[in-house]
């Protein structure tokens, strides 16, 4: 077994992640430390399952310097060394800014980012060359439509990553490999505690699969990353979220109706309404313009006409020109052409916009859906050159249609 007789310290390991990682390790012949706050009865049902020559329970709060000196003093006595540190404890408190107290702040950060710092130091000088450190970051660090009320535990994972970056440089003289696991929504109580079914299941639809990760999984990670396998694996945060992340623009979450339009999704920031409102309050003028262009052209036409015999030829080609234009009239401008592509089958997908169309609802059009992809929006228009672009509604990079035509492409 490839962590045979490896001393494993695991904080949080009463549930979760952290209890799926303490069995999965057991398994593979570790000898287990098992860190706990409140769960005494999981801990030692687990201590009793291991064998207690293979295990042992230590209540502290992973959060307090002096507990965690207790922490490593017991596991030291019990096993001698630490071999890895897997930091799985942690909260997910949900607040928006202006909600958050100075109080869940300083406790966010206590366990999130000081606990497993000071935890490293303290265990340190028990830990051999070879020696493994795992943290626990989150795939929300890497999605840029993360919800606002993730925001404070977003930002202790965020230094979770960088942590793990940096203690990688100034640990690998002594020859410790540090690194950590971002999970994307996976199916534990602290990810179902405070959230609606209706939003549980949203998260699921994000997924390809439909569905949330397990603890398991995340822990065949953790397994990876503590053995000899991922020795050339340092420094590096593991993304373990099946694409969740992946899409800007998930499908089936929650509408909340925008107030004015009552067409536009949720998950767009409510800016965006604002924004195609203003096509809305310009669509009028967009429109007479089309048709005084219009009729300008079929002026033209039957001048041409009517000049020469000679130019019966000519103006023929002009006549075909104006009824070109006057059967796109009602969609489009000369000098302003609004186009919305959107996802195939979005409810409440096509913005109703007059003086504009909406791109890839014609079969002309796939080849353009194709190359972007039908679950993405984007929004467009000709430039004052004639050449039509889309963009995403959201880092700009330039992309080519199977049509041949050069695009803009933002990622929210």
Known sequence: MSLQDKVVLITGASNGIGKATAERLYKEGARIVINYLSDAASANAMVESFGPDRAIAVQTDAGNIDDLSRLVDAAVAKFG???????????MPMRDVEDTTEEDFAKCFDLNVKGPYFLVQKALPHMPPGSRIIFISTGVCHFSMAPPKYLLYAATKGAIEQMTRVMAKGLASKGIIVNAVAPGPTGTELFYKGKPETLVNAIKSWSPFNRLGEAEEIANTIKFLASGDSSWVVGQTVLRNQTTYMSVTPPNVPRIEDKQSNTMPSQRPFFLSSFFNSFRQQAPSLTQQASKHTSQAAASASAVASTTAAAAAAASSSASTARAISTNAATTSSSTNVAIHTPRGSPGGAIPIP???????????????????????????????????FFKLGVIRRVRSNDGLSLDRLSL
């Open 81 to 91: 060394r630490i071999d890895t540190i897997v930091a799985s404890a942690g909260i």
């Open 355 to 389: 003086g504009g169309r909406r791109r890839g609802s014609d079969s002309s059009s796939e080849g353009f859906r194709d190359a972007l992809g039908a679950d993405k929006w984007y929004i467009g228009g000709r430039t004052a050159a004639g050449e039509e672009k």
